[in-house]
């Protein structure tokens, strides 16, 4: 069996790499083009959305690397609640439901407004795509290797 970590480390990969690829289709099925800003626009929550827009490479690889730590932080507070709340793994795809809920919430109460990026109102239209998104793309592998790990574990 592989260790806990690699398991969580090759999970938040994928459901970051799932999200990011969901955020370019939505850019693209919305504006007709692709972001070539993606990146420095997250990168824009610390350094500040004229300060990234401006960047180059540097910026971009930081927006990487943030995206995808808060993915993996994603990934380890699930498996860490999988493993604590029995709850969770009675049915993983209402557990994946609930769970990209709980990132739309954080991400739109708690992580934008704390940032750099200037303040926007929470986008309620746009709220049930985006829930479903966070849902399939982070909560669902979550659950699913977190279910597969622990089952093989007990």
């Known amino acids: 069996m592989r260790p806990l970590y690699k398991r969580i480390l090759l999970t938040g990969l994928t459901a970051g790499t799932l999200d990011i690829l969901s955020a370019y289709v939505s850019v693209f099925i919305e504006t007709g083009r692709i972001s070539r800003r993606m990146f420095q626009y997250i990168a824009g929550g610390a350094l500040g959305l004229g300060n990234s827009l401006n960047g180059g490479l540097p910026v971009i690889l930081l927006g990487v690397f943030f995206h995808y730590f808060i993915a993996l932080s994603f990934t380890l507070f699930f498996f860490f609640l999988y493993r604590k709340n029995r709850f969770f793994g009675l049915n ?7 769970y990209g809920f709980f990132i739309w919430a954080v991400m739109n109460v708690i992580v934008l407004p704390l940032s750099a990026l200037p303040p926007r109102p929470i986008n309620w239209k746009g709220a049930p795509l985006d829930l479903l998104i966070l849902a399939v ?10 279910s597969a790990y622990y089952r093989k574990a007990a």
Do not use: H, T, V
């Not at 993983?92 to 609930?98: D, P």
């Open 92 to 98: 993983k795809y209402f557990a994946a439901l609930l």
């Open 137 to 146: 793309m982070i909560g669902l592998p979550s659950a699913i290797s977190a």
